[in-house]
């Protein structure tokens, strides 16, 4: 069976569970067209989403709600004490319609910083929060909030901004989902550079 020597390093650099989520990734990036290959409205509304995701994390400002609602849950989300929403699996933020709306935008699985840290659920997280900048995390990373978030914002003056960037964000996704546009060529191959791995999720992974 053929490992290529980037999945052999991903697997040492990182453990077998993120290198998996990473080749899986690279995949299903490949599978979703270019800028020229899409239409004008993708395009701009892919654009548009890249804009609202960062004014959203800048106006979420320093909030103190994330920064603890992990402790005591069980692993993977557990595995540092904020961040509990992030320990879900990088397939389920990462899906087929955010990944393209990301690839449009700009955004290359190449290119998207992984951190050296522990495995804890989406291959991009680490011990102080997301790797990647807000651009380039999926719109539902930052429309979800938690209700202990919420709270937090609808007892400050910014949190109506917020939840209006919120809704902005959401609106501007559903609208892209609807732009007709050509099926992905490769999704179903999504899984063929991981299972090229041949490893087993093992202890030490």
């Known amino acids: 069976m053929f490992i290529s020597l980037r999945q052999l390093f991903e697997a040492r650099r ?4 993120r290198a998996v989520d990473l080749a899986q990734l690279r995949v299903r990036f490949a599978g979703q067209p270019d800028g020229g290959q899409a239409t004008l409205a993708e395009r701009d509304l892919a654009i548009r989403l890249r804009d609202l995701k960062t004014r959203l994390a800048a106006a979420f400002g320093d909030v103190t ?5 992990a402790r005591n849950c069980p692993p993977p989300a557990g595995r540092w004490t904020g961040g509990r929403c992030c320990g879900t699996a990088t397939s389920a933020v990462f899906t087929t319609q955010e990944v393209r709306a990301l690839k449009l935008g700009g955004a290359r699985a190449g290119r998207l910083p ?4 522990a495995f804890a659920g989406c291959a991009f997280r ?7 900048e807000p651009a380039d995390r999926p719109s539902a990373c930052l429309v979800f909030a938690c209700d202990d978030l919420r709270a937090e914002l609808d007892a400050t003056l910014e949190g109506s901004a917020v939840h209006q ?3 902005d964000l959401s609106s501007a996704f559903d609208r892209f989902l609807c732009v007709p546009s050509e099926p992905p060529h490769h999704d179903l191959c999504c899984q063929a550079e991981a ?5 087993r999720f ?4």
């Open 165 to 167: 960037l919120r809704r």
């Open 202 to 205: 093992g202890p030490g992974a």
């Open 65 to 69: 709600a994330c920064a603890a609602c």
């Open 14 to 17: 990182y453990g077998v569970r």
């Open 126 to 132: 680490g011990p102080t929060g997301c790797s990647l």
């Open 195 to 199: 299972a090229s791995l041949g490893w």
């Open 114 to 117: 992984v951190p050296s840290s």
